[in-house]
């Protein structure tokens, strides 16, 4: 079974907080939500492998520590996978990024994809999925089951809030793929939102509501 890495940090759960505020406005939001995808992508990518490097420094020469082999890309499920982006890059500015654009059907609050474009070279790359909210886990699961048709196996979820609801659904449907959050939530409530949540990350992202 896959491991839910709830990141604990001082930082991320003050922005966080402050992100929660429903009186924080979108450019604040905004700024929160790539600060601390920052601060997470420093432990979603612990465990990226090394190799040996013979470089030269002004003194000598030397063997350091490079990434290796696999390299990483990023796909934000759309829209408000956008917000985390950003920050993400900053960190692994060679990331190539993919798009993958789903929304939940406000009736029946099962995903509908409207929109895919990948990576050539997917299938090859360690895969961050980056949303900030895992509701029902809908969203999530189907994201990922579109990354493993296109033959990627090395995929890594990161949200910002989760719900157990949502823990659950994912870890059922994709065992082998661990969940990196700054908050695990109560429940859902009867429309599906995470309490005590954010409310609707993509309005508040994009200042749609
Ligand atoms: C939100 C959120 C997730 C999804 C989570 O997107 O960004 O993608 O809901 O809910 P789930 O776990 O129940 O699937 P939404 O459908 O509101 O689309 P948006 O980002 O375009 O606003
Ligand atoms: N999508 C959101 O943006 N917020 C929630 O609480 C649930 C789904």
Redesign the pocket.
Known sequence: MSTLHIIEHPLIEHKLSLMRDKETGTKDFKELLNEIAMLMGYEVTRDLPLEDKVIETPICKMTAKKISGKKLAIVP??????GMVDGLTRLVPVAKVGFI?????PTT????EYYCKLPEDIDKRIVIVA?????????????VTMLKKRGCNNIKLMNLVV?P??VK??REAHPDVDIYAAALDDK?NEN?Y?VPGLG????R??G?K
């Open positions: 499920i759309l829209r408000a996978g956008l654009g789903l929304y939940r059907d609050h099962k995903p509908v949303d900030p909210m895992l509701a029902t886990g809908g969203s999530a699961v189907d994201a719900a609801e949502g659904a994912f859902l599906a995470i609707d990350a993509g309005d992202i994009f749609t």
